[in-house]
């Protein structure tokens, strides 16, 4: 059985917030997206349920947070290169997304933040494959550094 992800989040503009996924280069599902939600397809198995912030509260009986002011999640995803996450950043900056902090270097893991128009965290990645397949410290080793410092 193949398994996918759905990830809701919560929008206090739902056009806005299809302008800005849709510029990141993702395609809205019409068949799963109305007035209260837009289905957004980043592949095969992984979606964001891009929610209505009164539609989102359907779902919980907790209060819903404001995320301009409070992460409740941080979505980590991944690309190939460390231009893929550029180009991203980019194209999300472009769309009226915000990087709420400086990319982070870690030698066997390049990343960067963006924070959609509502306050969503996404965190592009680009991990290298030898640190993926033998680790960090490993990786780090090899390369003539100390290991990685999660903090860094």
């Known amino acids: 059985m193949t398994t996918s992800i759905f990830v809701n989040i919560p929008t206090a503009d739902l056009d806005r917030s299809k302008a800005f996924y849709t510029a990141l280069g993702y395609t809205i599902n ?8 837009a289905c957004v397809v ?11 912030r009164e539609y989102f509260q ?11 002011t409070h992460a409740q999640a941080l979505i980590a995803l991944t690309c190939d ?11 999300g900056l472009a769309a009226g997304g915000s990087e709420p902090r400086p990319a982070n270097d870690l030698g066997f893991m390049y990343t960067r933040d963006i924070e959609d128009p509502d306050g969503n965290i996404l965190e592009y ?5 030898a640190a993926v397949e033998k680790g960090p410290e490993a990786f780090m080793a090899e390369q003539g550094a100390g290991a990685p410092s999660p903090s860094a």
């Open 30 to 37: 019409p068949m799963f997206s109305d007035e209260n939600a």
């Open 58 to 68: 359907t779902f919980t009986e907790k209060q819903v947070t404001e995320p301009k």
């Open 42 to 52: 980043l592949d095969e198995n992984v979606y964001f349920m891009v929610l209505t």
């Open 81 to 91: 290169s460390r231009e893929a996450v550029d180009e991203l950043l980019g194209k």
């Open 125 to 129: 990645f680009f991990m290298h494959p």
